[in-house]
């Protein structure tokens, strides 16, 4: 089994729509989660991080965090054509501080 | 330029070639990462360093070797390619390694062996 599951998508949804991308983990140690955006031929970038079960919101971006499901979650408002991209979940621990994990992927599409 | 660079860009190469990636940082950060992205698998790390000189396995470090002489380059080299290790390798960089500090990514080497 896999420490992080990602539905690979592709997702397409229309311009305006609520978009939510998930993923589960299976470890518990996990305490850091971290959302990435990656565009075609480009490398990641880090969109959000939180360390609490929750909500945590940027603008567009809310990161949902739920510990006792293992369960994280990123919705996007109002999606626009230039959020197409791939996203990507990630997962940090205390105990390998420098070895973040992350998921493989959702690849998102919006329709103008 | 400032930033991360990694070069080349593109690279094809033959089974058992030896290969070496390119990664240079201009923000002087300690650490740095090489990744390997694949269909269905995601980022995966080859192998990180903390400093110059300090080096580290990560997932999948089989058949490769990384060295760190200088603080802002973080070479990688596939000592015998094989087909396997076609990929889109990312390197990555962060002031202090820790998982709420950005790490900031390359533009990625895209290498497919024939």
């Known amino acids: 089994q896999k420490e992080v599951e990602q539905d690979p998508g592709p997702l397409s949804v229309p311009e305006g729509a609520i978009v939510s991308l998930n993923c589960t983990y299976s470890?518990?140690?996990?305490?850091?989660f971290m959302w990435y955006r990656q565009y075609s031929r480009k490398g990641p970038e880090l969109l959000m991080y939180t360390y609490s079960s929750g909500n945590k919101e940027d603008g567009r971006f809310t990161a949902q965090v739920d510990k006792s499901s293992k369960y994280i979650s990123l919705f996007i408002r109002d999606s626009q054509p230039s959020d197409s991209a791939t996203y990507l979940c990630?997962?940090?621990?205390?105990?390998?501080?420098?070895?973040?994990?992350f998921g493989s992927g959702t690849r998102l599409s919006i329709r103008p | 330029d400032a930033g991360i660079t990694q070069s080349p860009r593109y690279k094809i190469t033959e089974t058992g070639r030896q290969v070496t990636l390119m990664c240079h940082q201009t923000w002087s950060h300690s650490y740095m990462f090489w990744y390997r992205q694949d269909l269905g698998h995601g980022l995966r790390l080859i192998y990180y360093s903390a400093a110059a000189d300090i080096t580290d396995k990560g997932e999948v470090p089989d058949g490769y070797v990384v060295s760190r002489s200088k603080t802002e380059n973080f070479p990688l080299t596939l000592e015998s390619a094989t087909r396997s290790q076609t990929s889109v390798y990312f390197c990555a960089s962060s002031e202090s390694g820790t998982p709420t500090d950005t790490q900031y990514f390359g533009p990625g080497t895209r290498l497919t062996v024939l």
């Open positions: 470890n518990s140690a996990f305490q850091y």
């Open positions: 990630a997962l940090g621990a205390y105990s390998s501080a420098s070895k973040i994990i």
